[in-house]
């Protein structure tokens, strides 16, 4: 199993959603690939990938089809990135169950993201505090996953207006503009959505559930 970056030509953003059109997203391997046997952590060749599409000023994420990518540690993920998991594909986690799967750097707000699964699965293993912590997300997508595992005290996705630099929408830390849809949790879970926003921090506003 690999974990490839689409170039940045090979992808857009229409009315600030991602749309993939006639791309080969196998024009590029980066971080040797990962196991993808589910026991294995392949964090980092993950990670990398974001990392390159994040340092090429945005791209597409993709990983599959199929195997079960293993991560224990978080997912930092970053403005115009977008992680396409395609169906038949897993990431799950080997991590704490303390820790967050999926989350921001929480230091700027992050703009036009996007997470797509196209009904992928999320195995959140034993559990963990969140699968997707999102800090100041702005203008992104949430989408298209079967989410097992957990536990009584998980929290599916947190929103909060909390990066710490003022910066970007309305020079505030606004959450604002997301569209948070079609994630099936059949496991043990404490609560699927979190919002937490203040006046003076910035407020979460004008999303989609």
Not at 132 to 155: C, E, I, N, R
Request: proline content about 4%.
């Amino acid at each position: 199993m690999s974990v490839h970056v689409a170039t940045l030509p090979d992808y857009r953003w229409d009315n600030n959603k991602p749309v993939v059109a006639g791309y080969n997203p196998y024009d590029r391997q980066f971080g040797g690939g990962a196991v993808g046997d589910g026991n294995a952590d392949d964090w980092l060749p993950f990670q990398s990938a974001v990392n390159r599409a994040n340092t090429d000023g945005g791209g597409l994420v993709v990983c599959g089809p199929g195997g079960t990518l293993g991560i224990g540690r978080t997912l930092t993920l970053y403005s115009n990135v977008t992680v396409l998991v395609l169906p038949g594909t897993t990431i799950k986690w080997l991590g704490s169950s303390t820790g967050t799967m999926f989350g921001f750097s929480g230091t700027d707000p992050v703009q036009r993201w996007g997470f797509l699964g196209m009904g992928a699965k999320i195995d959140a293993g034993a559990g963990c505090s969140y699968i997707w912590h999102l800090k100041s997300p702005q203008f992104g997508t949430l989408d298209g996953f079967d989410v097992s595992g957990g536990s009584a005290t998980m929290v599916g996705v947190r929103m909060s207006a909390d990066a710490t630099n003022a910066t970007g929408y309305s020079s505030k830390r606004n959450a604002v503009r997301n569209s948070i849809g079609r994630l099936n949790f059949t496991g043990a879970i404490g609560r699927v959505i979190e919002l937490d926003g203040t006046d003076t921090n910035g407020v979460v506003t004008l999303n989609n559930f």
